[in-house]
């Protein structure tokens, strides 16, 4: 990381995550109001929790993005934002151009995918269940 270009990018990645971060914290401080605040008959109640519940999942996303925001920023601040947090290799930098909050090289990253959907390597097809083009009758 020691091109002006670079340098560049680096420093407008870290203001645009830091913008990004002070806007999902004051969405989910005006959420929170919002829900405190709630007020009304049953029926208002009612479609009130509805909404709740619809939007959990949204905050708690909201949440992730900014825990993610915070960790890329802190790994800018510490020098580490190129450095994948699995192996210690290089991050290439159009991997971060398009995932700024990337903290794996893409190698660790599938790595990481694979075991999480722990899919086997023959994916499950056993040889004598194939798909074949011979008709069921020969089969």
């Known amino acids: 990381m020691t091109d002006a270009a670079t340098r560049q990018f680096v420093r407008e990645t870290r203001r645009l995550m830091v913008a990004a971060l002070d806007t999902l914290t004051r969405s989910l401080a005006a959420a929170d109001r919002a829900t405190a605040e709630a007020r009304g008959d049953e029926a208002d109640r009612s479609v009130e929790n509805e909404a709740v519940e619809w939007t959990s999942s949204l905050r708690a996303r909201k949440t992730e993005d900014a825990a993610a925001l915070r960790r890329a920023v802190a ?3 510490a020098g580490e ?3 994948c947090e699995d192996c210690g290799g290089d991050i290439p930098r159009r ?5 700024r909050t990337a903290t794996t090289c893409v190698g660790c990253q599938a790595k990481r995918e694979r075991a999480a959907a ?3 390597r023959d994916y499950g097809i056993r040889p004598e269940r194939r798909i074949t083009s ?6």
């Open 75 to 77: 790994r800018i601040d």
């Open 81 to 83: 934002y190129f450095t």
């Open 95 to 99: 991997r971060l151009e398009v995932i």
């Open 118 to 120: 722990d899919v086997p």
């Open 134 to 139: 011979r008709p069921l009758e020969d089969q």
